[in-house]
């Protein structure tokens, strides 16, 4: 927005924050509610973009590695872990004063084939499996053991129709791979917290089949600490009402409730791709990039409103909602760049990609300014 010339309605937001610095930390704004959080890869600590750490502890208090931690990159063969990246992002939050979330111990995507064989490429058998789940948890966890504020145990293990996921983790150990994977993990770090993260999880039917694994650990005693709504929305969808209604419910049931991969996609999608079903994509064509070279001040307002109505609601439910985590730092970041369709130019944040405050967020820190 730097050299634009502001609409109307956003002259009196950025007025209002403007007197203490162009634009105040997103943590300071929130402290008092939630944590505020980003995720964080190779490239922002690697140096090639000198503004991105300063950026990063200047907004964020708590970071989720995007894919550093995630078996095919922490542990690609057998018996070999690279704990190099994870380790430079551990040190760079935990030198920053920031809260660390590990992300993620048991997933069926970025897991190599091989997890599931033994040595001559048989299928594991239920016992095999568990084993080898039992030592990648325990190795990992206990790399990081006190030092990480949770874990998301398990990632994405529920259908849309609210149905169990069919994956190997499913057909080769049985229902109960949930709840050794979370056993495993409180054995590894008995004072971690520990997460049930997955996506569109704020609909209903998906709604119901997480609060059944909630409801499960619970009845038979088994840590679990909260519930992760990944949060890769659009402009048109979902309704936040669903947003809503999930917070009550994950919260009445004594979860924690955390907005984990957050981010509003501005693009044309079709809706059969909306949510974040990696192994859906769709062909690049010029009509689905409309905004290549800047997005229309008229869908950043768009984009502002709906963030505005979002951050409305996580506000009203503060005390159930620990953590609100931005998929990325800047639009440059965002891996809506490039999934479902790739090479568009999308805009799904709160800062453009020369680190300049969009009016998305000048639209929530009006919202926190509003309960001052
Ligand atoms: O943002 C991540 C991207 O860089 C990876 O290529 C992708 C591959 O699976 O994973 C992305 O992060 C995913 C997250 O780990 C789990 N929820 C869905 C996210 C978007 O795919």
Same mark, same amino acid.
């Given at each position: 927005m730097k050299n634009k010339i502001l609409p109307a309605v956003l002259i009196s937001v950025t007025l209002l924050t403007s007197c203490d610095s162009d634009a105040p930390g997103l943590k300071d704004v929130f402290a008092g509610h939630f944590l505020i959080g980003t995720s964080i890869d190779r490239?922002?600590?690697? $140096?090639a973009d000198p503004g991105a750490l300063p950026f990063i502890t200047e907004h964020f208090n708590a970071v989720t590695a995007e894919n550093a931690m995630k078996w095919e990159r922490i542990h690609p063969e057998p018996g070999t872990y690279y704990?190099?990246?994870?380790?430079? =992002?551990?040190?760079?939050?935990?030198?920053?004063g920031m809260?660390? =979330? $590990?992300?993620v111990l048991v997933w069926h995507s970025q897991t190599p084939d091989w997890v599931f064989r033994d040595s001559l490429g048989n299928q594991l058998t239920r016992e095999a499996l568990l084993e080898r789940m039992k030592d990648h948890i325990q190795m990992v966890v206990g790399h990081y053991r006190g030092k990480v504020l949770g874990w998301d145990v398990v990632n994405e293990a529920v259908d849309e129709d609210g149905s169990l996921r069919q994956t190997p983790w499913l057909s080769i150990i049985g229902d109960d791979y949930i709840e050794m994977a979370f056993r495993y993990a409180h054995e590894a770090d008995p004072e971690a917290e520990l997460y049930y993260n997955d996506y569109n999880n704020e609909e209903p039917l998906k709604r119901a089949g997480v609060t059944a694994i909630v409801t499960n650990l619970k009845e038979k005693g088994i840590r679990i600490d909260g519930v992760g709504i990944q949060g890769h929305w659009h402009l048109d969808s979902p309704d936040f009402t669903v947003v809503d209604e999930s917070i009550n419910e994950y919260a009445n049931l004594g979860m924690k409730?955390? =907005?984990?991969?957050?981010? =509003?996609?501005?693009?044309p999608t079709p809706a059969w791709l909306y949510g974040a079903e990696i192994s859906k994509t769709a062909e690049y064509r010029d009509s689905l990039n409309p905004y290549a070279k800047e997005l229309p001040d008229s869908v950043g307002l768009q984009?502002?409103?709906? +963030?505005?109505?979002?951050?409305r609601l996580l506000l009203r439910h503060s005390d159930q909602v620990s953590r609100v985590t931005f998929w990325g730092i800047n639009d440059g970041y965002s891996w809506k760049?490039?999934?479902?369709?790739? $090479?568009?130019?999308? +805009?799904?944040l709160l800062f453009d990609r020369d680190y300049n405050p969009k009016p998305a967020y000048y639209a929530i820190i009006k919202e926190a300014a509003k309960l001052k």
């Open positions: 490239r922002e600590l690697s $140096g704990f190099d990246l994870a380790d430079s =992002i551990m040190d760079f939050a935990q030198n920053s809260a660390v =979330i $590990g992300h409730v955390m =907005i984990t991969e957050m981010e =509003i996609n501005v693009l984009l502002a409103d709906r +963030y505005a109505e979002l951050f760049n490039d999934w479902p369709i790739p $090479g568009r130019t999308n +805009y799904p």
